[in-house]
């Protein structure tokens, strides 16, 4: 990230420990910290937007995006972040309010393995894989083919679908003036 990026990014949203609830304009504040990393579902706009129910709030620590969301499964709140910025510097951050605070969880949870490459590893910090979290990994060629018992229920749903819908695939060109409805 350059300089002028995090300097104009750092003026967008409060300084950690102070936190901004999300709204619409911020979306494109979110992508000027993410944008530099593979897409994380947990980072994008629309993802915060509906998971945290209007309780979705935003900091920024030392260039780092600090996200404060409701756990998934539970009442509680929990801290993340992404960024590559004063990473150890980060997580001692977030930690010590976490110890401080009887409403976050305690621990960090859905922080992206690129901000973790920035970690010193002389730290004492634990780090676990969250394996609860792969449940979007798959392999392409075993669901591409669909065979066996494992696959029976999505290649039922695909026939049911290619039997109830009328479908095609075929090129398009979205410069052309019909198909500008396509554009979204």
């Avoid at 010590?96 to 009887?102: F, T, V």
């Avoid at 490459?117 to 449940?135: A, C, H, K, R, V």
Wanted: with cysteine.
């Amino acid at each position: 990230m350059s300089d002028t990026t995090s300097s104009q990014i750092t003026e967008t949203l409060p300084a950690f420990p102070e936190f901004t609830k999300l709204t619409i304009a911020h979306d494109p504040i979110i992508r000027q910290y993410t944008d530099q990393f593979p897409a994380y579902s947990d980072f994008t706009f629309s993802v915060l937007w509906c998971w945290g129910m209007d309780r979705c709030y935003l900091s920024d620590a030392g260039g780092n995006l600090v996200i404060q969301l409701p756990n998934y499964t539970s009442d509680h709140m929990f801290l993340s972040f992404i960024g590559r910025q004063q990473v150890n510097e980060t997580i001692a951050l977030l930690l010590a309010m976490i110890q401080d605070s009887d409403h976050l969880l305690p621990y960090l949870q859905a922080i992206p393995e690129d901000a973790m490459s920035g970690i010193s590893l002389d730290t004492s910090y634990q780090i676990t894989e969250d394996m609860n979290n792969n449940d979007y990994i798959c392999e392409l060629s075993m669901l591409a083919k669909m065979a066996g018992n494992r696959y029976e229920r999505i290649r039922n749903m695909a026939n049911c679908f290619r039997e109830t819908y009328p479908w095609q695939v075929k090129k398009i060109d979205l410069r052309e003036p019909n198909h500008t409805r396509l554009r979204g």
